[in-house]
């Protein structure tokens, strides 16, 4: 039995309950959703030392990490979504790290700016600093998928489930992508999934950091 642990509308367990739907497979959910310093229960921290949403167990097999739980359940249950060959692993395993290392912390921050902070400030040097540093990773993506439908196999895959599901938060935060029109289609048709539906449910406010270097913290 596979116990997906994260409140899905308010952490990232909605990228994991994004895939657990494509794949059609049946779990249970335990709908945890922590602050960072708040204390969590023993329980918890034994399956996932660093705390965090999501955690994912399968038949007594434990494993933390949004896109890794993703590619493991995708080689798992086979099907389109998993790799056929070892170079197609490694290219799912490249853009999952990409979207990681390369998107994240700077959309995070432009989407916390614009609507998840309370009260939220959608001007500033912050988010320009954000958006110019989103330029050159979304700049790569679009120049990729010009002539690409998808981005592994010329099919939809677990490295667009698992870079869509980063990118969910730019149409969640109203972020103007438009310069960037392949990325957009691309994007569009990922969301559009029916599977995706959880994973666009973001319900969720952080109370605004008093001061700038507090802000910057958050996303170091
Ligand atoms: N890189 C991790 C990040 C996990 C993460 O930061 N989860 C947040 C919720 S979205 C959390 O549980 N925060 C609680 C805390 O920081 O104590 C992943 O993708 O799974």
């Not at 945890?32 to 965090?52: D, I, S, T, V």
């Not at 979304?138 to 010009?146: E, I």
């Not at 981005?151 to 969910?168: I, K, P, Q, S, W």
Request: net charge negative; aromatic share 10%; proline share 8%.
């Amino acid at each position: 039995m596979i116990t997906l642990y994260g409140d899905v509308s308010r952490t990232r367990a909605n990228r994991c309950s994004w895939m657990l739907a494509e794949l059609g497979l049946a779990h249970q959910r335990q709908p945890f959703a922590f602050r960072p310093g708040q204390p969590k229960p023993p329980e918890f921290l034994a399956l996932n030392p660093n705390g965090k949403c999501p955690t994912l167990t399968d038949s007594g097999f434990t494993l933390f990490e949004s896109l890794a739980i993703n590619l493991y359940l995708a080689k798992k249950h086979g099907g389109p979504l998993a790799p056929r060959s070892l170079e197609e692993d490694a290219l799912m395993t490249q853009w999952s790290f990409w979207v990681v290392t390369e998107i994240e912390k700077p959309q995070l921050l432009a989407a916390a700016l614009c609507v998840l902070f309370d009260p939220h400030e959608p001007d500033g040097e912050e988010l320009e600093l954000a958006l110019a540093k989103l330029a050159r990773p979304w700049t790569a993506l679009d120049g990729y998928l010009q002539d690409r439908e998808f981005l592994v196999g010329e099919r939809f895959t677990a490295a667009d489930l698992n870079v869509a599901a980063v990118m969910h938060m730019v149409p969640v935060a109203g972020i103007d992508i438009s310069r960037w029109p392949s990325m957009v289609r691309w994007l569009e048709a990922c969301l559009a999934r029916p599977a995706a539906a959880d994973c666009l449910s973001v319900n969720f406010k952080v109370p605004r950091p008093a001061s700038q270097r507090d802000i910057l913290a958050m996303f170091l």
